[in-house]
C-alpha cells in the first residue's frame, strides 16, 4: 500500500487544489485503482502559512473518510498507447474529484 498527498504541498484555506502529476502516473504505470481519503479537522492547525509548530488550545479531532475506488482502466483504456496522457487525463479527473469533495464538506 502507498499513501501519497498528490497536492506536493499544503493548499491555502479557501483555494482549490492543484495536484501534482505523480500520483495519477504512479497508478496508471502499476495499474492500480485509487482509493480516495477526505481527511477533515475540527481545527485549521496546518494550513499553509500557519504556525504548525504552536499547539492547539483544545485537542484537534480529525475525521478520514474513504470514499469508492476510483479506477484506472478507463483512462488506459482511452490512451492505450500513451500512459502519460491517461496520467495527465487521471489528474485532471482527480483533481476535480477533490475539488468538489472538499467543496461539499
Do not use: C
Amino acid at each position: 500500500n502507498m499513501i501519497i498527498f498528490p497536492e506536493g504541498t499544503r493548499t491555502p484555506p479557501g483555494m482549490p487544489v492543484k495536484f501534482q502529476k505523480g500520483a495519477a502516473q504512479v497508478a496508471v504505470r502499476i495499474r492500480q485503482n485509487i482509493t480516495p481519503v477526505l481527511i477533515q479537522s475540527s481545527q485549521s492547525n496546518l494550513e499553509k502559512g500557519g504556525a504548525w509548530y504552536l499547539a492547539p488550545k483544545h485537542p484537534i479531532h480529525i475525521v478520514m473518510k474513504v470514499r469508492e475506488e476510483i479506477h484506472v482502466r478507463p483512462f488506459l483504456n482511452a490512451r492505450p498507447d500513451q500512459p502519460a496522457l491517461a496520467a495527465r487525463d487521471l489528474n485532471e479527473h482527480l483533481q476535480s474529484y477533490f475539488n468538489r469533495e472538499v467543496s461539499h464538506a
